[in-house]
């Protein structure tokens, strides 16, 4: 019988294949009390076993080392380095070591209850990429209790199948011949992941993850196709049915009828079209019809994106969350050669082109050091964050700023502060960046220019450009959290994530006036939120007079085919129109 199964879509095309299910990696845990006499030898226990998964993601970091780079991307490696860094941290083990001795609980009981006081603290966390962390938590301890047990890893490795590309008549046929297999898991590990890359799978259905999850991530970078969140998939989907993923809609099909496969054998290789049409536009420069020059720019984590952003056709880095080098490091926060030798890779990784690094956004939910969370207050979204932390914190911030600068003079940098609000934060800030120039002078170490530039994300900061445009060289919109604020919705809350609109007129209009002010004043403004990369925005946008986006590199390509497209001259009236509309999603939704 036919049925479908619903996901968040991660990775966008169709897959057709039959099902390999890899059973649920979680073990029975036995609970019970130990001697006093013997808490040395439980502690070992737990040690070696941690030692051992340590062991095995060394050697995995080892083998991608000598693999082809084009084979293996960046991102898997480091997840890796994620799962390392979770086995060593200290709050993990020195809890499961508190309750081995205090409690005299079982190793395995110690580390799965510690397991769950760290978790409750990621369910906190209002950033959902760090929120969904948790999973990778789950998964180092799965496997340090499976190397105390001396159980196997539980990835299924195919047999018999080599997994070549079958043809229609194939698929509504019978099931002799070698198909495309779809891996079906409760949860990938990365290196499940990097076994995955080099096997026979099609596409890959989870039970949870979210689109920031680590299998979404590399979902994306291999542009494979996957759904992740189907709740309930690695129960429903038996052995060796037949499955189709439609990544683009989120959706899982089991056992599909033929008139149903035929469907989706046809949306298949039309996606295969369109993905070669889109590879033709990699040189097309982005001009609109009526002669409109529009800057695509790619959204990094870490300075060897770069070279994803390049391969896409990036003319820039839009947004360097900086931030992703602060995190996890128990206190050990980066220094100013750590950090200025990361900002220098990126910037030589443009291979000229501008580089806009954002200053470190944490704070609240997104603490730098665990130990240093304020469980006091009860909405962090509101609380000590951004710039709020940094200038709560001038040497840290100033050691950020001296890095930015000296890494400037080996290329263009746009320094970027987000979370601005009030006339005093942006003098203040504007101060400490002159203390940091005066200290490098100081000290005689070279650096270059900046242009500065500030977050719109607040609605106060968007009502009040007139001071923000005095201040700064230009402006970047970040339509996540802009959205969340005006709309005063939290989008870690399942229970109204449905209310987070970017359609809604409000956030229509302050992001339209920021454009407009800031074309008034010759000041350029961009996008830097997931607004700028859904392809269904590009033409509004557009017609509200927007010239630069930045989003995700796999989203270029498909971003620049609606700019050529598109005719700006005849597009303002229709977004004044948009913006003016009590439902401005239907009327796009006819447009487009």
């Known amino acids: 019988m036919t049925f479908a199964i619903h996901g968040l879509a991660v990775a966008r095309g169709i897959a057709i294949g039959r099902a390999v299910l890899v059973a649920s990696t979680r073990l029975d845990v036995a609970h019970y009390f130990i001697e006093p006499s013997q808490v040395g030898a439980e502690i070992r226990r737990m040690r070696d076993g941690r030692n051992a998964v340590v062991e095995e993601i060394q050697r995995l970091q080892a083998s991608i080392s000598q693999m082809n780079p084009k084979d293996t991307p960046h991102e898997l490696a480091a997840l890796l380095d994620v799962h390392l860094m979770l086995l060593q941290d200290v709050e993990l083990s020195n809890g499961v070591t508190h309750w081995i001795?205090?409690?005299?609980?079982?190793?395995?009981?110690?580390?799965?209850?510690?397991?769950?006081?760290?978790?409750?603290?990621?369910?906190?966390?209002?950033?959902?990429?760090?929120?969904?962390?948790?999973?990778?938590?789950?998964?180092?301890?799965?496997?340090?209790?499976?190397?105390?047990?001396?159980?196997?890893?539980?990835?299924?490795?195919?047999?018999?199948?080599?997994?070549?590309?079958?043809?229609?008549?194939?698929?509504?046929?019978?099931?002799?011949?070698?198909?495309?297999?779809?891996?079906?898991?409760?949860?990938?590990?990365?290196?499940?992941?990097?076994?995955?890359?080099?096997?026979?799978?099609?596409?890959?259905?989870?039970?949870?993850?979210?689109?920031?999850?680590?299998?979404?991530?590399?979902?994306?970078?291999?542009?494979?196709?996957?759904?992740?969140?189907?709740?309930?998939?690695?129960?429903?989907?038996?052995?060796?049915?037949?499955?189709?993923?439609?990544?683009?809609?989120?959706?899982?099909?089991?056992?599909?009828?033929?008139?149903?496969?035929?469907?989706?054998?046809?949306?298949?290789?039309?996606?295969?079209?369109?993905?070669?049409?889109?590879?033709?536009?990699?040189?097309?420069?982005?001009?609109?019809?009526?002669?409109?020059?529009?800057?695509?720019?790619?959204?990094?984590?870490?300075?060897?994106?770069?070279?994803?952003?390049?391969?896409?056709?990036?003319?820039?880095?839009?947004?360097?969350?900086?931030?992703?080098?602060?995190?996890?490091?128990?206190?050990?926060?980066?220094?100013?050669?750590?950090?200025?030798?990361?900002?220098?890779?990126?910037?030589?990784?443009?291979?000229?082109?501008?580089?806009?690094?954002?200053?470190?956004?944490?704070?609240?939910?997104?603490?730098?050091?665990?130990?240093?969370?304020?469980?006091?207050?009860?909405?962090?979204a509101l609380g000590l964050r951004a710039i709020r932390w940094s200038l709560a914190d001038p040497a840290m911030f100033l050691t950020q700023l001296r890095a930015i600068l000296r890494a400037a003079a080996f290329g263009q940098i746009h320094l970027l502060i987000p979370m601005l609000v009030h006339a005093s934060e942006i003098r203040q800030t504007i101060a400490l960046i002159d203390h940091a120039r005066v200290q490098l002078d100081n000290r005689g170490v070279a650096y270059g220019p900046v242009k500065l530039g500030a977050m719109i994300e607040i609605p106060a900061a968007a009502l009040t450009l007139k001071v923000f445009l005095k201040y700064f060289d230009f402006l970047s919109i970040g339509t996540n959290d802009l959205i969340q604020y005006t709309l005063a919705i939290d989008r870690a809350d399942e229970s109204v994530a449905h209310l987070y609109d970017p359609m809604h007129p409000a956030v229509l209009r302050l992001v339209a006036n920021t454009i407009a002010q800031g074309k008034a004043q010759n000041k350029p403004v961009s996008v830097c939120g997931e607004m700028a990369g859904d392809t269904t925005m590009t033409r509004l946008l557009l017609g509200m007079g927007l010239r630069s986006f930045s989003m995700h590199p796999a989203q270029i390509l498909a971003v620049k085919q609606e700019v050529l497209r598109a005719d700006t001259s005849k597009l303002a009236d229709w977004a004044r129109q948009i913006i003016d509309d009590e439902e401005p999603s239907n009327r796009i939704a006819r447009k487009n």
């Open 101 to 380: 001795k205090d409690r005299l609980y079982n190793a395995e009981w110690a580390l799965t209850t510690q397991l769950e006081v760290v978790a409750r603290q990621f369910d906190e966390m209002e950033d959902e990429y760090l929120r969904e962390r948790k999973a990778d938590l789950e998964q180092i301890t799965e496997k340090v209790l499976r190397a105390m047990r001396g159980v196997a890893s539980p990835l299924v490795q195919p047999l018999g199948r080599q997994g070549r590309k079958p043809s229609q008549q194939d698929l509504l046929l019978d099931d002799t011949v070698d198909v495309p297999l779809i891996l079906i898991a409760h949860d990938l590990s990365p290196a499940d992941m990097l076994q995955f890359k080099q096997s026979v799978f099609a596409g890959f259905i989870t039970d949870v993850g979210g689109k920031t999850s680590h299998t979404a991530i590399v979902a994306r970078s291999l542009d494979i196709p996957a759904v992740v969140g189907a709740r309930l998939s690695s129960h429903l989907i038996r052995q060796d049915d037949w499955v189709v993923i439609d990544g683009d809609a989120g959706v899982v099909v089991v056992d599909p009828s033929p008139i149903i496969l035929a469907e989706y054998g046809f949306k298949q290789r039309q996606g295969e079209l369109q993905r070669g049409r889109l590879s033709r536009l990699l040189h097309t420069p982005a001009v609109t019809m009526d002669g409109q020059k529009i800057e695509l720019l790619a959204n990094i984590e870490m300075p060897e994106d770069a070279a994803a952003a390049l391969a896409a056709g990036a003319v820039g880095v839009g947004l360097f969350r900086s931030e992703f080098m602060f995190m996890g490091r128990h206190g050990k926060l980066p220094n100013e050669e750590e950090q200025f030798q990361a900002y220098k890779r990126a910037v030589e990784g443009m291979q000229g082109l501008p580089v806009t690094i954002r200053t470190v956004d944490v704070g609240a939910d997104k603490p730098l050091d665990d130990t240093l969370r304020d469980d006091a207050h009860l909405n962090p």
